[in-house]
């Protein structure tokens, strides 16, 4: 999964380092990512310098063992011209594997900073702080602060003896398969959240929640927390038909392969936990 990264330490202790050469510079147009064109790899410093990029113009965002990760804020059209933008799907694949984390974990603060430009309480602007990891009004009446936002969704695997729910999105093209999820709502607990999602997604009751595991998913900016859950009472299904295309009770057997070869969620090491059978209770 995307937070194993073995011995390696991310941390986003705030800090106020000078680039090195070394070091990453992460760029992002939308939720786009920007590569060095010649190998497709993520830009260091010195390619940011080559682009006439200064070290003035970056805010430091986190640190793997030593190696140190900026963005850029405002990002000058004449520089960004000198990389390729992709999806950033590709840095599901980007290698070592710790840099997956790294640059998603990125994403995710450059998703925040860019969405809290503007204080939510006066409407000046808000700048990177100078003492700790968060946005401060430039206001001096004012100086609210806001602190990197984290959503908790929850994942659900809902088992029915011998066979688990499976459920494909409706937004996705793909013919992805996944477990009922969804985000908690403010004065809910995990658990409540388990309930009300099974039940709005597919009208099913459950029982005996445990939970799984957990992950960062800087892609959306979530905290995923897993859960297994038995059905409680019937097992006919009644779709959400807005969130979901379809879903329906698989035996191990019967799940389709995986999409991708080294899936970094917890939704498809749930899944795959099922398949090999390593649950409790499966035989
Ligand atoms: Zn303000």
């Known amino acids: 999964m995307i937070q194993e990264i073995g011995r390696h330490t991310l941390s986003t202790d705030f800090a106020k380092p000078m680039p090195q050469d070394a070091d990453y510079v992460l760029l992002f147009q939308?939720?786009?990512?920007?590569?060095?064109?010649e190998t497709g790899s993520l830009p260091h410093y010195t390619d940011w310098l080559s682009c006439g990029g200064t070290a003035e113009q970056l805010v430091h965002l986190l640190e793997v063992d030593g190696v140190q990760f900026f963005t850029a804020l405002d990002l000058p059209e004449e520089i960004a011209r000198n990389f390729t933008q992709e999806t950033s799907r590709v840095l599901r694949k980007v290698e070592p594997r710790w840099l997956r984390l790294a640059s998603v974990t990125c994403l995710h603060l450059v998703q925040w900073q860019r969405t809290h430009r503007f204080c939510g309480v006066c409407g000046a602007p808000m700048l990177p702080d100078q003492k700790e990891l968060a946005m401060r009004c430039t206001n001096a009446d004012c100086h609210a602060v806001t602190y990197p936002t984290v959503c908790p969704a929850v994942i659900v695997g809902v088992r029915n003896g011998d066979?688990?729910?499976?459920?494909?999105?409706s937004v996705y093209k793909n013919p992805v398969y996944a477990l009922v999820s969804g985000?908690?709502?403010?004065g809910e607990t995990?658990?409540?959240?388990?309930?009300?999602?099974?039940?709005?997604e597919t009208g099913l009751h459950v029982k005996n929640l445990q939970y799984c595991g957990?992950?960062?998913?800087?892609?959306?900016?979530?905290?995923m927390i897993g859960y297994w859950a038995e059905l409680?009472?019937?097992?006919?299904?009644?779709?959400?038909e807005d969130e979901l295309k379809s879903a329906g009770w698989?035996?191990?057997?019967?799940?389709?392969?995986?999409?991708e070869d080294d899936p970094l969620d917890l939704t498809h090491y749930m899944i795959e936990q099922f398949r090999a059978r390593r649950l409790p209770g499966q035989k």
Request: net charge negative; no cysteine.
């Open 214 to 223: 957990n992950q960062p998913w800087g892609f959306s900016g979530a905290q």
């Open 190 to 200: 995990m658990e409540e959240t388990v309930h009300r999602e099974v039940l709005e």
């Open 183 to 186: 985000y908690m709502s403010v």
């Open 163 to 169: 066979r688990i729910l499976l459920t494909r999105s």
């Open 30 to 37: 939308g939720t786009d990512v920007l590569l060095v064109p």
């Open 250 to 259: 698989y035996t191990p057997e019967e799940i389709p392969p995986a999409y």
């Open 232 to 240: 409680d009472g019937s097992d006919i299904i009644t779709l959400q």
